[in-house]
């Protein structure tokens, strides 16, 4: 069995040390980080797409660590890689694991 543990642990740096690394953020600063972080206090599910290398990760590496610059507990803040060729079934495993 996969330790999802330290797939969460590797994919959450900042569960560890408050902050993303900052290999994660990108040079161009995005101008929809404000809209996100308005979408975020509602109740409704903001999807972000886009064909592969658009930026879509280092966009919410950027989201992410504007949560944490404004307080957000860094525990509260869960990302997951669901491509991870380590989980076959990542939802399982996931459920598993936080049950």
């Known amino acids: 069995m996969v330790d999802i543990k330290e797939i969460l642990r590797l994919q959450n740096p900042w569960w560890a040390t408050g902050k993303v690394p900052e290999s994660k953020f990108g ?10 972080v308005n979408e975020l206090s ?3 599910i903001t ?4 064909p592969r290398r658009s930026g879509k990760t280092t966009f919410l590496h950027t989201l992410i660590g504007h949560l944490l610059s404004t307080g957000t507990e860094q525990k509260r803040i869960f990302y997951m890689q669901l491509d991870n060729p380590s989980l076959k079934n990542p939802i399982s495993e996931l459920i598993a694991y936080i049950s």
């Open 42 to 44: 509602g109740k409704k």
């Open 27 to 36: 040079n161009i600063k995005r101008k929809l980080i404000t809209e996100a």
């Open 47 to 50: 999807g972000i797409i886009g």
